[in-house]
């Protein structure tokens, strides 16, 4: 209460300590994430609403039951998906590595580590393509659906237009983190971090790649578990 | 800009046993899943599961917040500028998925042409996408899989 009479100087922060013992590019890219965060749970959360508010859903099983170089009947859900799970995971523990790499000062560490992520986004953006190539060929795109519903009723075209937008935008975002990442990776070959004499650089890349991979554990399990 | 000792958190023996848990809880979720598509529509063992399976979730994400992008290991304030605005999730989601429910049962109650579409099978591919000749195997498939429980 007393705490009031001292505030006749400026109510503004003065400089000196930093409060939260980050740099405000590291900062910046959190609240960046947080906000796409909220964007991704919009999307997500529409998801569920239409959802919920309809008699019947398509079986992801049914839906998603193909993996490349298959015969054409072949009935394997949840195999292909797991396989584009496990590629995000592990870029996901490379690009820590490659941070990692960067505290030490380890320049040819945060190159191998930042190729195997690029490497590994490369694999999991072209796993997509083969995904959406094969659903367009079995007739599903934004507007129409060619999948029946659970129960065998009719079902409407939220589900592809949902799934379709839902991990286009995740896909984009996995594009984007993929370019962030050449990016990084043709600074430290230029010596860029060496010369500034720290590696932050490469731990803002890292914290929006594992966002990425955040976004899908929550696609993937929204879209293709239940 | 010596930063950069203060910041590291976790070390490589960290790394791995957080690759390990998001590895294990994967193909638990991936168990679950399979374990699942035997179970019958719209029972209380299929709902439970699907709450586990989201349960796992959360603690994926979890542990990629906390540990790969290193927040635990942050200055609480800096958490809670991000933690707490993240809570008006629980609203979000409360009322919009609350929203459709009952949206579904007011026009399950009101609108009969809605409840009726709920009751029709289809016995193929709607004719829209006929045109794509190739299409017809997969389609056809699953129109015998439908007629199966119709008597």
């Given at each position: 209460?007393?705490?009031?009479?001292?505030?006749?100087?400026?109510?503004?922060?003065?400089?000196?300590?930093?409060?939260?013992?980050?740099?405000?590019?590291?900062?910046?890219?959190?609240?960046?994430?947080?906000?796409?965060?909220?964007?991704?749970?919009?999307?997500?959360?529409?998801?569920?609403?239409?959802?919920?508010?309809?008699?019947?859903?398509?079986?992801?099983?049914?839906?998603?039951?193909?993996?490349?170089?298959?015969?054409?009947?072949?009935?394997?859900?949840?195999?292909?998906?797991?396989?584009?799970?496990?590629?995000?995971?592990?870029?996901?523990?490379?690009?820590?590595?490659?941070?990692?790499?960067?505290?030490?000062?380890?320049?040819?560490?945060?190159?191998?580590?930042?190729?195997?992520?690029?490497?590994?986004?490369?694999?999991?953006?072209?796993?997509?393509?083969?995904?959406?190539?094969?659903?367009?060929?079995?007739g599903?795109?934004?507007?129409?659906?060619p999948?029946?519903?659970?129960?065998?009723?009719?079902?409407?075209?939220?589900?592809?237009?949902?799934?379709?937008?839902?991990?286009?935008?995740?896909?984009?975002?996995?594009?984007?983190?993929?370019?962030?990442?050449?990016?990084?990776?043709?600074?430290?070959?230029?010596?860029?971090?060496?010369?500034?004499?720290?590696?932050?650089?490469?731990?803002?890349?890292?914290?929006?790649?594992?966002?990425?991979?955040?976004?899908?554990?929550?696609?993937?399990?929204?879209?293709?578990?239940? | 800009?010596?930063?950069?000792?203060?910041?590291?958190?976790?070390?490589?023996?960290?790394?791995?046993?957080?690759?390990?848990?998001?590895?294990?809880?994967?193909?638990?979720?991936?168990?679950?899943?399979?374990?699942?598509?035997?179970?019958?529509?719209?029972?209380?063992?299929?709902?439970?599961?699907?709450?586990?399976?989201?349960?796992?979730?959360?603690?994926?994400?979890?542990?990629?917040?906390?540990?790969?992008?290193?927040?635990?290991?942050?200055?609480?304030?800096?958490?809670?500028?991000?933690?707490?605005?993240?809570?008006?999730?629980?609203?979000?989601?409360?009322?919009?998925?609350?929203?459709?429910?009952?949206?579904?049962?007011?026009?399950?109650?009101?609108?009969?042409?809605?409840?009726?579409?709920?009751?029709?099978?289809?016995?193929k591919k709607?004719?829209?996408?006929?045109?794509?000749?190739?299409e017809a195997r997969p389609a056809e498939e699953k129109g015998?899989?439908?007629?199966?429980?119709?008597?």
């Open positions: 209460m007393s705490s009031t009479t001292t505030a006749t100087a400026s109510k503004m922060w003065g400089g000196g300590k930093s409060p939260f013992n980050v740099e405000y590019g590291k900062l910046m890219m959190w609240y960046f994430l947080m906000s796409d965060a909220f964007t991704f749970g919009a999307f997500l959360i529409s998801y569920g609403t239409i959802r919920f508010s309809t008699n019947g859903w398509p079986d992801p099983n049914e839906v998603f039951r193909s993996y490349p170089f298959a015969s054409e009947g072949v009935h394997a859900p949840l195999v292909f998906v797991s396989i584009m799970t496990f590629i995000l995971i592990i870029s996901s523990v490379t690009m820590v590595l490659a941070v990692k790499a960067g505290h030490e000062m380890d320049k040819k560490g945060v190159v191998r580590n930042l190729i195997l992520t690029i490497l590994g986004g490369l694999a999991f953006l072209s796993c997509q393509a083969w995904e959406w190539n094969h659903l367009f060929h079995e599903a795109w934004w507007g129409r659906n999948f029946i519903n659970h129960d065998g009723t009719a079902s409407s075209t939220n589900f592809t237009n949902f799934f379709f937008t839902i991990t286009g935008f995740h896909g984009f975002h996995v594009f984007s983190g993929v370019i962030i990442n050449i990016v990084m990776l043709t600074m430290t070959l230029m010596d860029k971090f060496e010369k500034r004499g720290h590696y932050l650089m490469i731990e803002k890349a890292g914290l929006y790649w594992h966002f990425v991979d955040l976004v899908w554990v929550f696609v993937f399990t929204c879209f293709y578990l239940i | 800009m010596a930063h950069s000792e203060e910041h590291s958190g976790g070390g490589t023996k960290e790394i791995l046993r957080v690759t390990l848990i998001l590895t294990v809880l994967t193909i638990i979720e991936l168990a679950l899943g399979f374990w699942m598509m035997g179970m019958p529509l719209e029972s209380t063992s299929r709902l439970a599961t699907k709450i586990t399976i989201i349960v796992l979730m959360l603690a994926k994400a979890f542990y990629i917040v906390g540990y790969f992008m290193h927040l635990k290991h942050e200055i609480r304030n800096m958490i809670m500028t991000i933690v707490v605005p993240l809570a008006l999730f629980i609203w979000f989601i409360t009322a919009f998925l609350y929203d459709g429910n009952s949206f579904r049962h007011l026009r399950n109650t009101y609108d009969p042409h809605f409840k009726e579409q709920a009751t029709i099978k289809v016995e709607e004719g829209e996408h006929a045109a794509e000749g190739k015998a899989a439908v007629e199966q429980p119709k008597h």
